[in-house]
Each structure stands twice: as structure tokens, then as C-alpha cells.
């Protein structure tokens, strides 16, 4: 399988920090927060380009734009150990890498201190945004699936902005992405509708003709932004099908058609006692229930798979990844 994985590409800077090395400046009088240890991971798309890496599928490629900085180098860097293709990435030095910093106390653990974000926070450049969609109509026809990371929460800064969307709406429009709409059989040619999946913090009401992947908070305000409740989402979006995580209880899924199966369906998770670490765990989900999806046609069997896929996740620090033989180890998982 083929997938790409579209948007904002960032990169998460995991800091241990001394608290006893928290000496004052000479210059300024300032407590300086002493880093002893630095891990990086790919953040947000990448996330989700990891775990799509970890599950075995055969391709994966990201395509964003990362700054021409240091951190845009890590980020590269860091894709590439994970046999992620970076050749899509756009560098500017009109952007910076999105980069999380999340600073954690050496003696506890604990991320207990500000994390400290680069972001962009004006409207991404306009001959930028045209490389981004040129790029995706070239090599749109290479992958089967397409996940699209809208992580941004600003109103402005974002791979994915009104004219990024709107392109994604006609790839999706031509009958892309409608696994879901008829029985998998396989072709002699091997030939399969694409999948494409959002998930989108902050916008999720302004796609349209795709799946949409977003946790309950996120469809609680889309829904407030509409006026509606979580079918009229799915109306007003024209989604082939909507999936709605609610954390430990599981994931809703309201499909296309309500004639389809019996309305809107819940698929419940693997209870974990005490998860370690809840970051990343929506990511994992969308790659795990995207490719599923893309195999076996069944939006419930995808949010099962993909349900499964972060219950692994969550049990590790940091944004984990679940590998196959983990998965085989679970499968007897109603």
C-alpha cells in the first residue's frame, strides 16, 4: 500500500530538564531552565506518518512545508529513520518548522513547565501554496491513501488553507475515497478507490466530499460553528463517512448513507487501566483505521482496527507507534 500523508509536518522536541541546574543569569537574574538530554519525533503529520511506517505499509510520503532551519533539518532527519520519504517536503525560509518543545523534569518525569511552540501565525505564501497543490495533483494518482493533518490551530499559518481544501474537495469529488460505497473485491489489476481522510482541529466544517476524523471536543465546536448536531456535520460537509473518537469509550461512526447499516454505529475500544501517555493517540488512530479501511471497505472493521491500533500507542511514552506484532498479539479482541 501507498499513503501520503498531507499538511502540517511538525517536529516535537522532548527536553529533559535538571531543576537543580536552575541557576540564575548574570545578565538578567532569570532561573534559566537547564536541558541535559533533547529526543525528537516527527509531530502531527508525522505522527501520523510514523505509525503508518510502523504498521508496515509499504510507501509512505509526506508532503508540507518545513522551515529552512535547524529544526527543519531534525525534522528530515528524523522522518528518514523511520523510512518516511521526505522528497515532497517544501523548504522556505519564509516559514518556521512547526516544532512543539515540551520540556519534562528529569526527576519526575513530568512535563510540568510551558511548553515552548514555533509556529506561523500569518497566511502561508501564496507561491508556497501553489507548490503545495501542484504537487498534490501530481502525486495524487501514486497513493491509495491520503490523510490529511490540519494541526493548526491559528487562524492563519497552516498547509492547509481555503485553496488547499478546496482542491482536496475536487480530488475527492470524482468518486475518490468511496471505499465505503461498495463491496471490496479485488480487482485483477489491483486497482482500488483512494481513501482520503481528514482530521482537522479546528475547521473540520469547512471540508467537504471526504472522511472526516476528529475527537468528540473538536465535533462538539464544529457542530456550535453550524448550528447543528453531529449528522448535520456530515450533511453540511458532504463526508462519506464521519468518525467521531470519544477517547476510552470508543469511536461513533455516521456513515453516508443511514440505509447502509443500522444508523449511526459505536465501536468500542480496548479498555486500558492506566494509560502512560494520551499524546499522539488520535494520530495512530487515523493511520490504523485509514489503511483498514483501504483493505477491507468496512468504515466499523477501520474505527475497530483503528481503536486497537492507539490502545497500543497509549500504553507508551510519548507518541508511540504499534507494530504489527503487537497487533497480532491483541487480535482476539471482540
Known sequence: MRALVVGDVCLDRWCRYHPGLAEPSRETGIPRVAVTATEVTPGAAGTVAANLAALGVGRVSVLGVIGDDGFGWELERSLTARFISTHLLIRSPLVSTFTYTKLLNASTGAEDLPRLDFINAVPLDSE????????????????????????????????????????????????????MERQHTDDADGDRDKVIVVDSRARAEMFRNVILKINRDEADAACQRIGGDYRALREHTRSKLLVITHGADGALVISKNPNDDP????????????????????????????????????????????????????????????????????????
Open 263 to 334: 444508523g449511526d454505529t459505536w465501536v468500542g475500544a480496548r479498555p486500558i487501566q492506566n494509560p502512560v501517555d494520551l499524546c499522539g493517540a488520535g494520530d495512530s488512530f487515523s493511520a490504523g483505521a485509514a489503511v483498514a479501511l483501504a483493505v477491507t471497505g468496512s468504515p466499523l472493521e477501520a474505527a475497530q482496527f483503528g481503536n486497537l491500533v492507539a490502545s497500543v500507542t497509549i500504553t507508551k511514552k510519548g507518541t508511540g507507534t504499534a507494530s504489527p506484532q503487537e497487533l497480532l498479539e491483541l487480535a482476539s479482541f471482540p
Open 128 to 179: 508556497l501554496e501553489s507548490q503545495v497543490i501542484h504537487s498534490l495533483r501530481e502525486n495524487f494518482p501514486d497513493f491509495d491513501v491520503i490523510l490529511v493533518s490540519d494541526q493548526a490551530e491559528t487562524s492563519a499559518g497552516g498547509v492547509i488553507t481555503a485553496k488547499v481544501r478546496e482542491a482536496l474537495a475536487d480530488f475527492a469529488g470524482l468518486g475518490t475515497g468511496a471505499v
